[in-house]
């Protein structure tokens, strides 16, 4: 199980930090298009419901993931459980991954241990390396831009540095700093149960 720290911001303006990255010489690494499907137990009947047992710390979600990747042409699916820390919901988060041959075989899967569907998200997403930091900026479809910016693993830094980074360095208004995922924000508006 691997743990990440990571700030997230939803951006209004993404070609600011885009002129930031460049200036830092940030490494651009891929530009992937993503489709996200998430999952719940099918005893979960509203958005507040699955929010108050995720934040608890014994809830999860799981999403499914199809990647078409821009510069390998690279085209993978995978399941994905993540659970956060109660203590630090959304900033320290725990994750779980696994590759699957398709889409419908994970759905099949995820159906059979009582699982229902409750959002499906379609982003654009550019990744970049600095130093020790992944930035993530991420183009919601029907929603709006975030970024998201990680400690990469074995890093010595903390939270605090990534904080200073994305706001000393890129330059990010500290006013546009979210303690959810830019995912989390968009599934609040787009979820069906």
């Known amino acids: 199980m691997s743990t990440e720290i990571e700030i997230r911001y939803f951006l209004k303006d993404r070609k600011k930090l885009k002129k930031q990255l460049v200036e830092i010489n940030a490494e651009i690494c891929e530009t992937t298009i993503i489709k996200d499907t998430y999952y719940t137990h099918k005893s979960i009947k509203s958005l507040e419901e699955q929010n108050k047992w995720y934040l608890s710390g014994k809830g999860f ?7 078409n990747n821009s510069n390998t042409k690279e085209h993978t699916v995978s399941i994905e459980v993540k659970k956060t820390d109660p203590k630090n919901p959304h900033v320290i988060n725990f994750e779980r991954e696994a590759l699957c041959k398709s889409l419908s075989e994970a759905k099949e899967f995820l159906e059979m241990i009582d699982l229902k569907e409750f959002t499906r998200i379609y982003k654009t997403r550019i990744l970049y390396k600095y130093k020790q930091f992944e930035i993530t900026i991420d183009d919601i479809e029907g929603f709006g831009i975030g970024v998201e910016i990680e400690l990469q693993k ?3 830094l903390d939270f605090n540095d990534l904080i200073r980074f994305a706001e000393e360095v890129l330059k990010i208004p500290s006013n ?3 303690n959810q995922g830019v995912s989390f924000l968009a599934f609040q508006n787009l979820a069906k149960f």
Do not use: Q, Y
Request: charged share 45%; glycine share 0%; hydrophobic share 30%.
């Open 176 to 178: 546009d700093r979210f």
């Open 61 to 67: 979600i799981v999403r499914t993931r199809e990647v």
């Open 154 to 156: 074995n890093s010595k």
